[in-house]
């Protein structure tokens, strides 16, 4: 049996109770053109962009959520391209919807690199589907934002804006004093004078320093810059404007700078504690037993007691990775004990500080967000009355064997996910490469998700299966079971609506 009609024959069966009867499989977006992986009048109170993309983020901002998928796909039919499209949804969340909480309706602009994601990793066909369900996401949320006041974008008080080498110091004095109205002028103007390597830098430093709606600062640092990459730095002011006031939510708190609270002391205590780290802590050599140490005080440590125990195994000559293994297997195993909202963002917030310590080039920074992640894991944990430990999983034998043993374990994802997760174990043994599986689990995001945050799960655990080493990898993707989709699950309307969108 060949790929393509492996992938038919999943899409057919493996939907359970005849869900994808007379919807058959994506096909019907070959009527758009395919995705390579390579490629107005405005208010006087709000926030220009571009002249470029400016009429592309009205068009998104004005048309009715109920015409927006056959108006984007009649655009696209006429040569709209992806990248334009991307960066327009980002700016027109940025514009339109207030990034306080740095979650909830603004999941519209957090899941924009998630679904930007999901396209990278799909066949060309289908690339542009993950985009479709985030326009009629940010849809939802621009009517929750006027609901709720309306908030937008304004344009900056250009008089005040710091120039050159003064914006990086404005920037990093109002970010530590908490000034809200002096962070917008000084990111500005940063924007305007700083490389793009230099403000990402700046902003890894503040995006993990406090533990405050559930890991989405660092969460919207990493999306925003990952997508500002693809879409061009052009772009930067706005976004960055956003996520600076983003960074400054202190949810109803006294001002931190003046204050001792609880969401902050695991970052202060870091800032010195990342001080005693040996300054070879770069060289240290594969060691599973430091996992399996790192792992054991997330499990019943306070956010001291983690922090203190990466410092003590990075200078015992464990390699980073071998720490970063206990990161993502303990939230995996986080995810497994207690399913839900909080554990999921420890996989969440997990990528990202990994991503930001992956590309930021300070060593102290890095230092800082690897003791952030793991001072924050153990606030993750809920009151689970199972202790499931994932290094105690074992594997149980499938009855199917070729395909159907893939579509025996998305099944079973509907119905019983230790058991789904035991039998991907035992998959995964003779399936090195889990391709097959990895492309299954997003063809049912596409059609099974239901918000925003199975689009951000989905793309970070895909994605970071393979920042796992071997002897752990396969663990934490069998954990991940516990918030992916399975085959029994109900359909979205998306694919029908886009559909119908194509054939209008």
Same mark, same amino acid.
């Given at each position: 049996m060949?790929a393509?009609?492996?992938?038919?024959?999943f899409?057919?069966?493996?939907?359970?109770?005849?869900?994808?009867?007379?919807?058959?499989?994506?096909?019907?977006?070959?009527?758009?053109?395919?995705?390579?992986?390579?490629?107005?009048? #405005?208010?006087p109170?709000i926030? *220009?962009?571009d002249?470029e993309?400016?009429?592309?983020?009205?068009f998104l901002?004005?048309?009715?959520r109920?015409?927006?998928?056959e108006?984007v796909?009649?655009?696209i039919? *006429?040569?709209l391209?992806?990248?334009?499209? #991307?960066?327009?949804l980002? #700016?027109?969340?940025?514009?339109?919807?207030q990034?306080?909480?740095?979650?909830?309706?603004?999941?519209?602009?957090?899941?924009?690199n998630?679904?930007?994601?999901?396209?990278?990793?799909s066949?060309?066909?289908?690339?542009?589907?993950?985009i479709?369900?985030?326009?009629?996401?940010?849809?939802s949320?621009?009517?929750q934002?006027?609901k709720?006041?309306d908030?937008?974008?304004?344009?900056?008080?250009?008089?005040k804006?710091?120039?050159?080498?003064k914006a990086?110091?404005?920037f990093?004095e109002a970010?530590?004093?908490?000034?809200?109205?002096?962070?917008?002028?000084a990111?500005?103007?940063?924007?305007?004078?700083?490389?793009?390597q230099?403000?990402?830098e700046?902003?890894?430093?503040?995006?993990?320093?406090?533990?405050?709606?559930l890991?989405?600062?660092?969460?919207?640092t990493a999306?925003?810059?990952?997508? #500002?990459?693809?879409?061009?730095?052009?772009?930067?002011e706005?976004?960055?404007? +956003?996520?600076?006031?983003?960074l400054?939510?202190?949810?109803g708190d006294?001002?931190?700078?003046?204050s001792?609270?609880p969401?902050?002391?695991?970052?202060?205590?870091?800032?010195?504690?990342?001080?005693?780290?040996?300054?070879?802590?770069?060289d240290?050599?594969?060691?599973?037993?430091a996992?399996a140490e790192?792992?054991q005080?997330?499990?019943?440590?306070?956010?001291?007691?983690?922090?203190?125990?990466?410092?003590?195994?990075l200078?015992?000559?464990?390699a980073?990775?071998?720490?970063w293994?206990?990161?993502?297997?303990?939230a995996?195993?986080?995810l497994?004990?207690?399913?839900?909202i909080?554990?999921?963002h420890?996989?969440?917030?997990?990528n990202a500080?990994h991503f930001?310590?992956?590309?930021?080039g300070?060593?102290?920074?890095r230092?800082?967000?690897?003791?952030?992640n793991?001072?924050?894991?153990?606030?993750?944990r809920?009151?689970?009355k199972?202790?499931?430990?994932i290094?105690d999983?074992e594997?149980?034998p499938l009855? +199917?064997?070729?395909?159907q043993?893939?579509?025996?374990?998305?099944?079973e994802?509907?119905n019983?996910?230790?058991?789904?997760a *035991?039998k991907?174990?035992?998959?995964l043994?003779?399936?090195?490469?889990?391709?097959?599986f990895?492309?299954?689990?997003?063809v049912?995001?596409?059609?099974k998700?239901?918000?925003?945050?199975?689009?951000?799960?989905?793309?970070?655990?895909?994605?970071d299966?393979?920042?796992? +080493?071997?002897a752990?990898?396969?663990?934490?993707?069998?954990a991940s079971?516990?918030?992916?989709?399975?085959?029994?699950d109900?359909n979205n309307?998306l694919?029908k609506?886009t559909?119908?969108?194509?054939?209008?």
């Amino acid at each position: 049996m060949n790929a393509a009609t492996t992938r038919r024959h999943f899409l057919k069966t493996a939907a359970g109770t005849g869900a994808l009867i007379g919807l058959g499989d994506l096909g019907f977006l070959s009527q758009l053109r395919p995705v390579s992986a390579a490629e107005a009048k #405005l208010e006087p109170d709000i926030v *220009r962009f571009d002249p470029e993309i400016e009429p592309l983020v009205r068009f998104l901002e004005d048309t009715p959520r109920e015409r927006l998928l056959e108006e984007v796909a009649a655009r696209i039919k *006429r040569g709209l391209s992806y990248r334009d499209l #991307l960066a327009a949804l980002l #700016l027109a969340g940025v514009r339109n919807i207030q990034p306080r909480p740095v979650g909830f309706k603004f999941h519209a602009v957090l899941v924009v690199n998630s679904a930007h994601l999901a396209s990278l990793s799909s066949p060309d066909a289908d690339r542009w589907l993950p985009i479709f369900w985030a326009l009629d996401h940010f849809k939802s949320s621009q009517a929750q934002d006027v609901k709720e006041g309306d908030w937008t974008m304004r344009p900056v008080d250009e008089s005040k804006i710091p120039a050159g080498q003064k914006a990086k110091q404005a920037f990093m004095e109002a970010v530590e004093n908490w000034d809200e109205s002096a962070v917008d002028v000084a990111v500005s103007g940063l924007a305007r004078s700083a490389s793009a390597q230099e403000i990402f830098e700046l902003f890894c430093r503040y995006c993990a320093r406090d533990f405050r709606e559930l890991g989405h600062k660092a969460i919207y640092t990493a999306n925003s810059w990952r997508t #500002l990459q693809c879409i061009g730095w052009q772009h930067a002011e706005p976004v960055l404007r +956003s996520l600076a006031y983003a960074l400054l939510d202190r949810t109803g708190d006294a001002n931190p700078a003046k204050s001792d609270l609880p969401a902050d002391r695991p970052g202060r205590r870091n800032l010195e504690l990342n001080q005693k780290i040996h300054g070879d802590w770069l060289d240290g050599k594969p060691d599973p037993a430091a996992t399996a140490e790192m792992l054991q005080a997330i499990r019943q440590g306070s956010a001291a007691d983690t922090s203190e125990k990466a410092v003590d195994l990075l200078n015992r000559g464990a390699a980073p990775q071998s720490i970063w293994d206990a990161f993502f297997d303990g939230a995996g195993e986080l995810l497994m004990r207690e399913p839900g909202i909080r554990s999921l963002h420890a996989v969440t917030c997990t990528n990202a500080l990994h991503f930001a310590w992956q590309h930021c080039g300070s060593d102290a920074t890095r230092r800082f967000l690897l003791l952030q992640n793991a001072a924050f894991l153990p606030l993750y944990r809920g009151n689970a009355k199972e202790k499931v430990r994932i290094d105690d999983l074992e594997a149980r034998p499938l009855k +199917s064997s070729g395909p159907q043993a893939l579509e025996e374990i998305f099944a079973e994802i509907s119905n019983d996910r230790m058991s789904a997760a *035991r039998k991907l174990l035992a998959w995964l043994k003779q399936n090195p490469q889990p391709k097959e599986f990895v492309d299954a689990a997003r063809v049912l995001i596409f059609l099974k998700g239901r918000d925003a945050h199975d689009y951000k799960f989905s793309s970070a655990v895909l994605e970071d299966y393979q920042h796992v +080493s071997p002897a752990w990898r396969d663990r934490y993707l069998a954990a991940s079971v516990f918030n992916l989709r399975g085959s029994g699950d109900s359909n979205n309307d998306l694919v029908k609506r886009t559909r119908a969108a194509l054939q209008g």
